[in-house]
């Protein structure tokens, strides 16, 4: 008998259904009320007492095999039939669109408005050596207003370092090509700064840069102008001497952001201005060492933060907010633009 059930044990694993026909006699084969596993139960009574256990265990695997081949063809014919019951011409799931993060729609803003009075776009490499950098700019070593920017060092000696702002690609866009040139640089700058709602290791600048015959102080102040009318419908600034090393002379400028509301109050501190780009004429010093003559040509240059200006269009108080990629605040960009 212990030969018989093992037979059935290996016809029972090679066995695979090609029909739901063949799955069904082979259900009734087994389970059925004449099946065979009836039949072996009904002879099992008739067994020696010795030979019932190592018996009993033989059935009891053919059952279990049988029963869980069964099952194996329950589901599959489950799975077709569900397959077979989709419905293609249901409409899809709701698909969320995502929004322009909001400094792609200040810095395309930005950009636009350059680009209409004839700038370039040029980029330059987020890993700078400090020439570029630095020296180039009017920044030798150890000179104090390197201080002035917290830089990230990647090496010493020669020095390899993030770069901690746009102004670097002035230089390469002045290596590379004569004047007249006028081009604006966006990108990524990097300062080692303590995080506080106004400061963030990594940011986002534009620089700007102009250099031709007999370009003065004038033109600068009047692209400015041009530039805060067309980006935030107001042209009052006002220009307050400061100091970078790649210009002279420098200043800062400030918008007149006027004292409306009590926003208007809280950002400007109750003056009405604010502070919105650093700039100069650009230094015979700088001219000389991306060997353009300083005697024919001269040029200004401008460097605002992407952050800065888009926190004063949106009234956004916490640089933070930016990075934190929480669709809450993502999501009220989406209509804009
Ligand atoms: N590079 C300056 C900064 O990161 C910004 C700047 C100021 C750029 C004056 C300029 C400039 O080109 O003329 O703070």
Redesign the pocket.
Known sequence: MIEIIKEHIKEVENFSAESKENSESFRIKYLGKKGILNELFKKFKDIDANERKIIGKEINILKSKVKKKVLEFQSEKKEEENKANEDLYKPGFPIEFGSEHPLNIVRKNIIGIFEKIGYCISEGPEIEDDWHNFTALNLPKHHPARDM?DTFFIKRDPDILLR??T?SV?IRYMEKNSPPIKTISPGRVYRNEDISARSHCLFH?V?GLYIDRDVSFANLKHTIEYFCKSMFGKSQIRLRPSY?P??EP?AEVDIYWGLKSETDYRITKGTGWLEIM???MVDPNVLNNCNIDSEKYSGF???MGIERIAMLMYQISDIRYFFQNDLRFLKQFSKIN
Do not use: D, I, K, N
Request: aromatic share 18%.
């Open positions: 920017q901690t702002h102004s002035q600048q620089e970078f790649f210009t420098s650093g700039c100069g240059a401008f460097g």
